[in-house]
């Protein structure tokens, strides 16, 4: 199937900037972007923390880069990964976005975080945290939606991170959330969650110290 948001013969999806240089592109998105989340650290989005909620923080940080800011994907998608041997993460089929992303929030909701030590809350986050991004709701964008989206509820439920570590260990975070989203229908759980729990485990530990 023809991808509707690129360019016509090309990789570069289409933009507000009308920018058919990727790489140029990239760098205008990582300016915007990085304005809209610092906007978001100091006054985060009101929700109640399901898929409505995800949608507005996704159409926040990426208003002024996508048409489509804020909205779910209207295509299956696949990315290669180098951490899988070029294969991609299982992302959810466009018809069950809603649902399964649903079920994500809907769990995150239901842990009682208060009575968790560091070390469950390390590692019921980061499950929570990986199998969201597994959805992948959105054409691009969703590692920064979904982190954001997590923080902002650790911190609603009293579970202080210290976020720049996340931001400043992006491309870790990114192979942690792809080892940790390793479950697939033909080839079973080659999951390897441990990455992730670590680095959630130092933003709990460090933020913690901030208080």
């Given at each position: 199937m023809k991808d509707p948001y690129f360019y016509?013969?090309?990789?570069?999806?289409?933009?507000?900037?009308?920018?058919?240089?990727?790489?140029?592109?990239?760098e205008i998105e990582a300016d915007y972007t990085a304005f809209r989340l610092r906007q978001l650290c100091e006054k985060?989005?009101?929700?109640?923390?399901?898929?409505?909620?995800?949608?507005?923080?996704?159409?926040?940080?990426?208003?002024?880069i996508f048409h489509w800011a804020g909205q779910p994907r209207i295509i299956n998608i696949e990315k290669p990964?180098?951490?899988?041997?070029?294969?991609?993460?299982?992302?959810s089929d466009v018809r069950n976005i809603t649902s399964h992303a649903t079920a994500a929030c809907d769990k995150m909701n239901g842990i009682s975080w208060e009575s968790l030590h560091t070390d469950e809350k390390a590692e019921h986050f980061s499950k929570r945290m990986a199998?969201?991004?597994?959805?992948?709701?959105?054409?691009?964008?969703?590692t920064?939606?979904?982190i954001t989206?997590?923080?902002?509820?650790?911190?609603?439920?009293?579970?202080?991170l210290n976020r720049e570590l996340f931001k400043d260990n992006s491309a870790y975070v990114r192979r942690a959330l792809v080892a940790a989203s390793?479950?697939?229908?033909?080839?079973?759980?080659?999951?390897?969650?441990?990455?992730?729990?670590?680095?959630?485990?130092?933003?709990?530990?460090?933020?913690?110290?901030?208080?």
């Open positions: 016509p013969d090309s990789e570069v999806l289409i933009n507000r900037f009308e920018e058919r240089n990727e790489q140029r592109l990239a985060p989005h009101i929700g109640l923390f399901d898929l409505k909620h995800l949608c507005q923080i996704h159409q926040f940080i990426f208003q002024d990964e180098a951490a899988l041997g070029g294969i991609s993460v299982e992302y199998e969201l991004w597994k959805v992948h709701p959105f054409r691009e964008g969703n920064r939606t979904v989206f997590c923080c902002d509820f650790a911190e609603q439920k009293g579970v202080r390793a479950i697939f229908t033909d080839m079973g759980d080659l999951s390897q969650p441990q990455h992730l729990i670590k680095i959630v485990r130092d933003a709990i530990m460090q933020g913690s110290k901030k208080k």
